[in-house]
C-alpha cells in the first residue's frame, strides 16, 4: 500500500503504531511534507540508515520538521549533528528549550561542536567552473567526465561538476563533499544519473582526513542503489529553494548598499 497509494494513504499509515523499517523507508521516499512530518512524529516507527538520511534531508528547507526530528530520543548522534548544522539559530534555540533533560546535553555539546568548527572557508571555483561549463556546452561533461575527475583526484572540478549537473551552488557541493557524511553525497549523484563506480570512485577519493572503510562503502552501495531518482531529484530541489531563500535577505542588504553608495551616502 505504502509503494502504490497517494499522499492520503501515506498520511494514514504513518500514524500507525510500530511501523517497521520496510514500510517507513517507502514513506521516506514517496511522502510529502505532511506525510513526512507525521512520520517523524511517531514515537513508535523505526527507521533505517536510509530512513533517518532521507528525512535529515527533507529538513533543509524545513524548520518544523528539524524540530520534531531533533526531539526523536532514538535519532543517532551523526543524523543529529547533520540536522542541527543545517538548523538556523532561532531553531536550535527552540530545539533546546523543547527538549527533555535527556536530551537537551546532548543537542547543546553538538551545537558548540558545531560553532567551534566554525563556516566552511571561502573558496574559489572560477577556473573549474570555466572548464566544467565548457564541457556542458559541448555536451561533454557526463558520468565519465565526473569519473575521470575523481579518479584523478580534481575535486574542485568534481564538486563543480555536480553542482552543475544539480543547478545548486559550487559551495553548497563543497559542504557535502567534504562533510563528514557520505551518505548525503549519494543525493546529488543520483539526481545527476552517475553510475555506481563513479559514485564509488568519489567516496573514495574524496579530499577528507577519514577515509570511508569498505563496510561504509557497502551500506553506500546498497543505499544507493535503492534511492530513487524521485526522491533524489525531489531533496535537490529543497536544497535549491532553501538556497534561494538564504540569499534574499543577502541580496537584498547589497542591493540597499549600493542603493546607498550610488546617492553618495
Not at 514513506?27 to 538520511?53: H, M, P, W
Not at 559550487?170 to 546529488?188: K, T, V
Request: with cysteine; proline share 5%; glycine share 4%.
Amino acid at each position: 500500500m505504502a509503494s502504490s497509494k497517494g499522499q492520503d494513504h501515506l498520511l494514514a499509515i504513518s500514524a500507525r503504531d510500530n511501523l517497521p523499517e520496510a514500510v517507513t523507508d517507502v514513506i521516506v521516499d514517496r511522502g510529502q511534507t505532511k506525510v513526512i512530518r507525521r512520520l517523524a512524529k511517531n514515537a513508535t516507527a523505526r527507521f533505517s540508515e536510509a530512513g533517518y538520511s532521507g528525512m535529515v534531508a527533507h529538513s533543509e528547507s524545513d524548520d518544523e520538521l528539524v524540530e520534531i526530528l531533533g526531539l526523536r530520543l532514538d535519532l543517532p548522534v551523526k543524523f543529529l549533528r547533520d540536522l542541527l548544522r543545517r538548523a538556523k539559530d532561532a531553531v536550535r534555540t527552540r530545539l533546546l528549550a523543547l527538549a527533555p533533560p535527556a536530551l537537551q546535553e546532548e543537542i547543546r555539546r553538538v551545537i558548540e561542536d558545531i560553532v567551534r568548527e566554525g563556516p566552511p572557508s571561502g573558496r574559489d571555483f572560477r577556473v573549474a567552473e570555466e572548464l566544467v561549463r565548457l564541457m556542458m556546452e559541448l555536451k561533454e561533461l557526463d558520468d565519465a567526465a565526473v569519473y575521470g575527475f575523481a579518479e584523478s583526484k580534481k575535486f574542485d572540478e568534481v564538486m563543480v561538476s555536480l553542482a552543475v549537473l544539480n543547478d545548486v551552488p559550487a559551495e553548497m557541493m563543497a559542504r557535502l563533499i567534504e562533510g563528514p557524511r557520505s551518505d548525503l553525497i549519494l543525493i546529488p549523484c543520483r539526481s545527476a544519473r552517475l553510475n555506481w563506480p563513479t559514485v564509488e570512485s568519489i567516496l573514495r577519493n574524496r579530499p577528507v582526513k577519514l577515509k570511508i572503510d569498505e563496510q561504509t562503502l557497502a551500506v553506500a552501495e546498497r543505499d544507493y542503489r535503492k534511492l530513487s531518482m524521485e526522491t533524489a531529484q525531489r531533496t535537490v530541489r529543497f536544497w535549491q529553494l532553501h538556497n534561494r531563500i538564504e540569499k534574499q535577505p543577502h541580496d537584498a542588504q547589497s542591493g540597499a548598499a549600493r542603493a546607498r553608495g550610488d546617492a553618495g551616502l
